[in-house]
């Protein structure tokens, strides 16, 4: 029998979207909790009539519930165990733990796997945890262990990562570092073949943008002859791919020193004494601002999230319309635009709309030659749609 958790009863008629498996309870759908729960612990959910609906993460905040499971089951390490299990047979489905050119890749992505709130990315023999939810951070311990287990020992370092992505109770405030291992880590990472440089201690994320490996490889293969500009570059990546796409030239671009030297970093390693590289720390607004018209003729345009809350969506797609803006009206005639959001609350039509409006603004003539989201080990709920958080166009300006 599975223990006994503190019960949480929905007002009546909000039980719908779980019946429908999305795996959020929000806040308005409460009715009362028994008990009252602490933030982060396992609770059960019940619609108004008393009957069992999921079992859960709750927390402070608009989501109040993260849904670990439809069943009336025990959150234990054996349940972990079995998640981190269906997540590595996937990725081992994609051939990502094969392939000797390539040692990085997601093992779980939040919702994507089932586990809510809880990010993993591996590098080599290292893991990076990254907690979204309380819930997840207290139970890290446990899903360390349940982690390595599940990997069958092939995962020697797991480094803890949340301090930057926890925003509750100071009596739960997390603190990075080693769960497991930790002693002469390589921080060399490989994709595709090329090398980088992964700073998970102290890098954004997890130490390196996993999510547009497939992106940067279509990248490459239109690189060859042309003048590409890289705009937030942070550790360059889709720099490496165009030189070894054959770009003339390459300019990275990024507001944060570190991240130059990390780009720096990464080019000579990949490109002993390459003099098609130059990189500016700069901001990229400005930069896009003051370039020459004609300079590049691919341009990639990746910056962070402008929007992480609805409130400042608005503001958000004012930024985009202006980022997209100054670069189509820039570029080369016949040149190729990259260009992202990693916004979860920009959906692809609010994107899309913001391109189109700023592809308005300048009259060029702009054809989408591609649709881009996120790669397979990013996986997408089908009953979470807010879990496709990368949205992507290719553009050809005439």
């Given at each position: 029998?599975?223990?006994?958790?503190?019960?949480?009863?929905?007002?009546?008629?909000?039980?719908?979207?779980?019946?429908?498996?999305?795996?959020?309870?929000?806040?308005?759908?409460?009715?009362?909790?028994?008990?009252?729960?602490?933030?982060?612990?396992?609770?059960?959910?019940?619609?108004?009539?008393?009957?069992?609906?999921?079992?859960?993460?709750?927390?402070?905040?608009?989501?109040?519930?993260?849904?670990?499971?439809?069943?009336?089951?025990?959150?234990?390490?054996?349940?972990?165990?079995?998640?981190?299990?269906?997540?590595?047979?996937?990725?081992?489905?994609?051939?990502?733990?094969?392939?000797?050119?390539?040692?990085?890749?997601?093992?779980?992505?939040?919702?994507?796997?089932?586990?809510?709130?809880?990010?993993?990315?591996?590098?080599?023999?290292?893991?990076?945890?990254?907690?979204?939810?309380?819930?997840?951070?207290?139970?890290?311990?446990?899903?360390?262990?349940?982690?390595?287990?599940?990997?069958?020992?092939?995962?020697?370092?797991?480094?803890?990562?949340?301090?930057?992505?926890?925003?509750?109770?100071?009596?739960?405030?997390?603190?990075?570092?080693?769960?497991?291992?930790?002693?002469?880590?390589?921080?060399?990472?490989?994709?595709?073949?090329?090398?980088f440089k992964v700073d998970w201690e102290k890098g954004q994320k997890t130490g390196f943008f996993i999510d547009q490996r497939d992106n940067r490889s279509l990248l490459e293969?239109?690189?060859?002859?042309?003048?590409?500009?890289?705009?937030?570059?942070?550790?360059?990546?889709?720099?490496?791919?165009?030189?070894?796409?054959?770009?003339?030239?390459?300019?990275?671009?990024?507001?944060?020193?570190?991240?130059?030297?990390?780009?720096?970093?990464?080019?000579?390693?990949?490109?002993?004494?390459?003099?098609?590289?130059?990189?500016?720390?700069?901001?990229?607004?400005?930069?896009?601002?003051?370039?020459?018209?004609?300079?590049?003729?691919?341009?990639?345009?990746?910056?962070?999230?402008?929007?992480?809350?609805?409130?400042?969506?608005?503001?958000?797609?004012?930024?985009?319309?202006?980022?997209?803006?100054?670069?189509?009206?820039?570029?080369?005639?016949?040149?190729i635009i990259f260009t992202f959001s990693c916004s979860q609350v920009v959906t692809k039509e609010d994107f899309r709309l913001a391109v189109f409006s700023a592809a308005a603004?300048?009259?060029?003539?702009?054809?989408?030659?591609?649709?881009?989201?996120?790669?397979?080990?990013?996986?997408?709920?089908?009953?979470?749609?807010?879990?496709?958080?990368?949205?992507?166009?290719?553009?050809?300006?005439?």
């Amino acid at each position: 029998m599975p223990m006994s958790y503190k019960k949480i009863y929905l007002n009546p008629g909000k039980e719908e979207s779980l019946k429908r498996f999305h795996p959020w309870v929000f806040s308005g759908a409460i009715h009362h909790a028994e008990d009252h729960p602490e933030e982060g612990e396992i609770v059960e959910i019940y619609d108004s009539q008393k009957k069992f609906l999921a079992t859960g993460h709750c927390q402070i905040g608009s989501i109040a519930v993260r849904v670990l499971s439809f069943k009336q089951e025990e959150i234990n390490r054996d349940f972990w165990k079995k998640r981190f299990e269906t997540a590595w047979t996937l990725r081992q489905s994609l051939g990502l733990n094969k392939l000797s050119y390539n040692n990085t890749y997601r093992l779980t992505h939040g919702e994507g796997d089932n586990m809510p709130g809880l990010i993993t990315d591996i590098y080599g023999k290292t893991a990076v945890m990254q907690a979204h939810s309380p819930g997840m951070h207290l139970a890290r311990i446990e899903l360390a262990e349940a982690l390595k287990e599940a990997l069958d020992n092939c995962i020697e370092n797991i480094y803890y990562k949340s301090e930057g992505t926890l925003p509750f109770k100071a009596e739960l405030e997390a603190e990075d570092g080693y769960l497991i291992g930790g002693q002469n880590v390589s921080g060399i990472a490989f994709e595709n073949g090329l090398q980088f440089k992964v700073d998970w201690e102290k890098g954004q994320k997890t130490g390196f943008f996993i999510d547009q490996r497939d992106n940067r490889s279509l990248l490459e293969k239109y690189a060859e002859g042309r003048n590409v500009l890289n705009m937030f570059c942070y550790t360059g990546g889709f720099s490496c791919y165009a030189l070894r796409g054959g770009a003339k030239k390459v300019h990275s671009v990024d507001s944060s020193a570190k991240a130059i030297d990390l780009t720096n970093e990464n080019v000579a390693l990949n490109f002993p004494n390459e003099t098609r590289h130059c990189s500016f720390a700069e901001d990229a607004f400005k930069y896009l601002e003051k370039m020459d018209a004609s300079a590049y003729d691919l341009i990639i345009l990746d910056p962070p999230a402008f929007a992480k809350h609805r409130k400042v969506l608005k503001n958000a797609l004012q930024g985009y319309k202006k980022l997209n803006a100054t670069a189509i009206a820039k570029i080369k005639p016949g040149g190729i635009i990259f260009t992202f959001s990693c916004s979860q609350v920009v959906t692809k039509e609010d994107f899309r709309l913001a391109v189109f409006s700023a592809a308005a603004q300048t009259g060029r003539n702009v054809k989408i030659l591609h649709q881009l989201t996120q790669q397979a080990d990013h996986p997408i709920n089908i009953y979470h749609p807010e879990g496709e958080y990368i949205k992507g166009l290719i553009l050809f300006v005439e």
